[in-house]
């Protein structure tokens, strides 16, 4: 097993090595320059690319830049005056970071539950109801749902905020706009898998040593159809927290999502690069996580592996 982990991790740190040279390369190639949209006079922006070190050689720009991200440094802003990347992201990544969360325990938990349900009820009511769920949250993109939501439980029925983040009351919306589309597709997963699994040998064999349905079902159909729905989790969380840009816009959430889509707008480099590299780190540990709990879950993963 600590082979198997020792693996994994070395493969995180190389990815995380080629996305920050690739990210910072690409920032390099954009169009336009940083300081082009402040309206500064040539002087004043030959000594701001002086400061910032975009007079050096790209090189030698690569090589500090890495040199500082050891430490954990990201830089200042180009943008916001005297605040730095790192102030930035400890102000707002916690309101993304909960929102992410709480539509992560929602989409799983309730898809998961949707799953085992539907595929129990294999062609009755219930099923067709739970495919139907999974259907609608598949095919609906998250802002068309966070408008929906606000509209019907804000707008017109007064039940819940329309926007904002001030309490527990003003993430319902937000999250489940977040969750659904999670939801079904850890349902429709969780469905095929719990029906492939039915007319496996050792069901049979479960069923013929007289075990209950309920001893069945908990700890041999769910435990072996979870598995498929463990490997997308890594992915899962990239969707999610990628997912939140749009909607703190729509529930003006004061989340990473301002800033990152601003950055890209404005050429701000550091503030691309960090937010980046940020995001592919907290993404990249994710699927660390998920590899061990995959290797935990299934002993022949581990072994298996290269």
């Known amino acids: 097993m600590l082979r198997y982990v020792l693996k994994r991790v070395l493969a995180a740190l190389i990815t995380l ?15 336009g320059e940083p300081f082009t949209s402040a309206k500064l006079t040539p002087a004043v922006a030959a000594n701001m690319e002086k400061y910032y070190g975009f007079d050096k050689p790209l090189p030698v720009q690569y090589i500090q830049y890495i040199g500082k991200l050891l430490h954990g440094d990201f830089g200042y802003s180009m943008k916001y005056t ?32 949707l799953g085992v349900i539907s595929a129990l009820n294999r062609g009755n ?31 017109k029925w ?41 007319g496996q040998d050792y069901i049979k064999t479960a069923k013929a040593k007289g075990l209950s349905d309920f001893r069945i079902v908990g700890r041999h159909q769910i435990r072996n159809a979870i598995m498929p729905v463990i490997t997308m989790l890594g992915p899962t969380v990239a969707a999610v927290l990628t997912g939140t840009f749009v909607i703190e816009s729509i529930y003006a959430i004061p989340g990473m999502g301002k800033y990152y889509v601003e950055s890209v707008s404005t050429n701000d480099y550091s503030m691309i690069l960090g937010m980046t590299v940020f995001y592919g780190a907290f993404l990249i540990i994710c699927n660390l996580i998920v590899d061990i709990l995959y290797g935990i879950v299934d002993p022949r993963v581990r072994i298996a592996a290269p």
């Open 17 to 31: 090595f080629v996305l920050v040279s690739v990210v910072f390369f690409m920032v390099r190639v954009m169009p």
């Open 82 to 113: 005297n605040r730095t990347v790192n102030d930035i992201i400890g102000e707002t990544f916690p309101f993304s970071a909960d929102l992410g969360i709480r539509a992560l325990v929602i989409a799983i938990s309730f898809g998961l539950v």
């Open 125 to 155: 009511k219930i099923d067709f109801i739970c495919v139907i769920i999974a259907i609608i949250g598949t095919s609906v993109p998250d802002f068309i749902m966070g408008a929906f939501l606000q509209y019907f439980f804000g707008i």
């Open 158 to 198: 007064g039940l819940l905020p329309v926007a904002q983040y001030k309490g527990f009351e003003y993430t319902i919306l937000p999250s489940v706009a977040l969750a659904f589309f999670t939801l079904a597709s850890v349902s429709r997963i969780m469905r095929s898998s719990m029906l492939e699994v039915v």
